[in-house]
């Protein structure tokens, strides 16, 4: 069946598990090929298998988007292997909370490189072929999705580092926005807020046990296809809709 994405290509960073694997999937329901990036292999295998079982096409590439020369890899694997890159959605990304006082500065190195280098190495290699695919392509439209937070927007005690980095998302995307937008690659931030994913599963025990389950207790969160709803609403949208921001949270939240 024809639809919206139907000779588009796109990639989702982080698609091995939460978000991203629930964006691939809709992208692929769509019609568009999916390359899906990450570090765990097997799992990337076990989605395209999936999704190519299901009627669409997809590609399991190993990355760690952290290194520069991987992440420009993993967007020249894509554009080979599907002949062009439509649609970029940064969403591979790494939450440690806790507080600055003794905090562990590896832990900061690591979420600094994961949500800003790596969204920026990634963005960096795919953003010509996105520029060629909204000049050449079957939309006349490419897009950029970057998976922010509502931490990039609102600050709470314990997200610092966290936070550091999203808000550093929200501006850059501002910033690429106002570069390429007469180009029509559309660039736009989704932040989510309490979704059920592995987000919280890499804190120490105690920052777990103090600050991520009372909110999974206490809150009735989103589910992983919540947030790909709106992502992929973002990307399928008529090419004159603007959609700067979106915002998807719990209603507690709000
Ligand atoms: N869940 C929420 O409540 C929530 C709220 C606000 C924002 N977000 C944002 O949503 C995005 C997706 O998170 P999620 O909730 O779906 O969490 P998740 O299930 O933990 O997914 C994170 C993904 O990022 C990938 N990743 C991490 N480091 C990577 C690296 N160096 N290179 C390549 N891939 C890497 C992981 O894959 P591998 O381990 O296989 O590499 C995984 O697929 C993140 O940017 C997160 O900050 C989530």
Not at 10 to 34: F, Q
Not at 37 to 63: C, H, Q, W
């Amino acid at each position: 069946m024809e639809s919206k994405l139907t000779g588009t290509a796109a990639l989702v960073t982080g698609a091995s598990s939460g978000i991203g694997a629930a964006t691939a999937r809709r992208l692929a329901e769509h019609g568009a090929c999916v390359a899906l990036v990450a570090r765990r292999r097997d799992r990337l295998e076990t989605l395209a298998a999936e999704i190519d079982k299901a009627g669409s096409t997809a590609l399991a590439v190993e990355a760690d988007i952290t290194d520069r020369t991987q992440a420009e890899a993993a967007v020249q694997q894509a554009v080979e292997r599907f002949g062009r890159l439509d649609t970029l959605v940064n969403n591979a990304g790494l939450m440690l909370l806790g507080p600055v006082a003794g905090a562990d500065p590896q832990e900061w190195d690591r979420m600094i490189a994961t949500n800003g280098q790596g969204l920026l190495y990634t963005t960096r290699a795919a953003l010509p072929h996105l520029l060629q695919a909204a000049e050449e392509g079957p939309r006349r439209v490419a897009d950029i999705v970057n998976i922010s937070s509502i931490a990039g927007r609102v600050a709470w005690n314990g997200y610092g580092v966290y936070s550091f980095t999203k808000f550093g998302v929200n501006g850059f995307t501002e910033s690429l926005r106002q570069e390429v937008t007469q180009r029509h690659v559309r660039v736009g931030v989704v932040e989510p807020g309490g979704v059920a994913t592995e987000l919280g599963s890499h804190n120490k025990p105690e920052i777990r046990t103090e600050m991520i389950d009372p909110f999974y207790q206490q809150t009735e969160v989103l589910a992983p296809e919540d947030i790909a709803d709106g992502i992929t609403y973002m990307v399928t949208r008529p090419r004159h809709t603007a959609i700067a921001e979106l915002w998807i949270m719990p209603t507690e939240q709000l």
